[in-house]
T-cell receptor, first 117, second 111 residues
Framework: GAVVSQHPSRVICKSGTSVKIECRSLDFQATTMFWYRQFPKKSLMLMATSNEGSKATYEQGVEKDKFLINHASLTLSTLTVTSAHPEDSSFYIC?????????????FGPGTRLTVL | EDKVVQSPLSLVVHEGDTVTLNCSYEVTNFRSLLWYKQEKKAPTFLFMLTSSGIEKKSGRLSSILDKKELFSILNITATQTGDSAVYLCAVYTGTASKLTFGTGTRLQVTL
């Protein structure tokens, strides 16, 4: 149980395009989903917290107009990187907290590697 | 600002050795501490600790939390090459309900 999927696993795009990454909780409902960014050999940095049906809460320094988050249902959250530039290239990981368990448990998706040319 | 510090940053051991990884934290409104193992992809959950002094154990891995001294350790006994990974410590704070991650300890187990 507690499986989280991400799609796509890898994406390469041209500078200026927008990229959408999906995060799904496959066997549980998630009241809260989190989006992280990880640079090579660095730890995870929280970008934003999204709650189903409400606006995401962004961490300081994260541009909400650049990284659009939508949490349309209890099993799906999407992150759209708008007008991507090479500096947006990174490993993006989502996680989800099950609705019916202790809320401090977070299960991570397999990540999406974004390369912007 | 919440801070989680892990040590050592990296470690190389021989198969069969026992290792201890450290995690100290300075956060407001501590709720729980979590350990994750990260290989090539996203982190996989190992333990969640909320109470001081109670050891959590899973096979060769064990962890304990000291809330008075604000640290946790992760022990791995009889290490195997499959234990090679980055081990991440993260602290959940109640104020913002978010995880703050440490920089991780990169463990390499050689034959």
């Amino acid at each position: 149980g507690a499986v989280v999927s991400q799609h796509p696993s890898r994406v390469i795009c041209k500078s200026g395009t927008s990229v959408k990454i999906e995060c799904r909780s496959l066997d549980f409902q998630a009241t809260t989903m989190f989006w992280y960014r990880q640079f090579p050999k660095k730890s995870l940095m929280l970008m934003a917290t999204s709650n189903e049906g409400s606006k995401a809460t962004y961490e300081q320094g994260v541009e909400k107009d650049k990284f659009l988050i939508n949490h349309a249902s209890l099993t799906l959250s999407t992150l759209t990187v708008t007008s991507a530039h090479p500096e947006d290239s990174s490993f993006y990981i989502c996680s989800a907290s099950p609705r019916d368990r202790y809320t401090d448990t977070q299960y991570f998706g397999p990540g999406t590697r974004l390369t912007v040319l | 600002e919440d801070k989680v510090v892990q040590s050592p940053l990296s470690l190389v051991v021989h198969e069969g050795d026992t290792v201890t990884l450290n995690c100290s934290y300075e956060v407001t409104n501590f709720r729980s501490l979590l350990w994750y193992k990260q290989e090539k992809k996203a982190p996989t959950f190992l333990f969640m600790l909320t109470s001081s002094g109670i050891e959590k154990k899973s096979g060769r891995l064990s962890s304990i939390l000291d809330k008075k001294e604000l640290f946790s350790i992760l022990n791995i006994t009889a290490t195997q090459t499959g234990d090679s990974a980055v081990y991440l410590c993260a602290v959940y704070t109640g104020t913002a309900s978010k995880l703050t991650f440490g920089t991780g300890t990169r463990l390499q187990v050689t034959l």
